[in-house]
């Protein structure tokens, strides 16, 4: 009888034989060829539901995407069950390249970067002129969260039966952002709706305001109810049974002429993630100015060039002080 103990060899030890259709482990990930292209609509718990050849297909995410995870707008492959029945699931096994990002952090000083919508061409903000107050240091940070990520600004003022829309265009004037104003009796009868549309066909625009401000409202009188009902059991999954802005939601318009992504309301957005270099982008009359600026210029400061280019009528100075102001945004709350 062969003991083992401390006298063993490697005669003594004994190799477990592979096990037949046992495969050697590999970092090579396939190729998924044949994979089916789709478009996320909504996230829930590790469930997406996504949109496949006209048909919303639930679906998880593969082992093999590791921590990267997919967000309202991305463009993903999936394989597997693609017929969209109910208790069906596939899986998405890459996630294609993004044109654009929304992220935002919980505060200025929280590491954790949260991707919110991917690949929108636009940002709506929408803000109350009263019933809230609007909120400017929320706007402007929305505004670099925008220019950041790529998407176009649209400011859409709500209630304007309750204050006038003069002061807070004033604000904004200077960056030549288009903007809608509409009352409440408007968002009633949809005629804000119509005159928002005129903004959106053809393109995928998010919704971002905080409480109270008529932002889904205004997302519910964009999207008629045959078009929610196309996605309507995206929701059934989550035991909700219907949208509530608990998680971005992606609904088409009619006649797929673009897409609106309504977004949970916001109490503060966190810019932490944010390189305040790459904000001068959406300033292409101040961005030449720049190359005479000193190395990690903050554009505020006595050596800025900005100042000269200014000042030579290359732009005019209303331009400049709306890029420190919205510069100031990364390290001011939205309450200052």
Known sequence: MRRYGKHTDEDDIRTRPNRKGNRPRTNIRPKHEDAAEGMVL????????????????????????GRKAAVVGDRVALVGDLSGKKDTLARIVRIEERASVLRRT????????????????????????????????????????????????LLVMTKSDLAPPGKLLELY??????????????????DAAERVRAHLDGRITAFVGHSGVGKTTLVNALVPKDRRRTTGHVNAVTGRGRHTTTSALALPLDDDEGWVIDTPGVRSFGLAHVDPSRVIHAFPDLEPGTEGCPRACSHDEPDCALDAWVEEGHADPARLYSLRRLLATRERREGD
């Open 173 to 190: 004037g200077d960056l030549d952002i288009p903007f809608v104003v509409t009352s409440r009796e408007e968002l009633e009868n949809g």
């Open 42 to 65: 909504t996230v829930d718990r590790g469930r997406l539901t996504c949109l496949v050849e006209g048909r919303p297909v639930m679906a998880m995410k593969a082992r093999e995407l």
């Open 106 to 153: 919980a505060d200025d000083d929280d590491p954790y970067e949260r991707v919110v919508v991917a690949n929108a061409h636009q940002l709506a903000i929408v803000t109350a002129l009263a019933d809230p107050e609007p909120r400017p240091r929320l706007i402007d940070r929305c505004l670099v969260a925008a220019f950041d990520g790529g998407l176009e600004p």
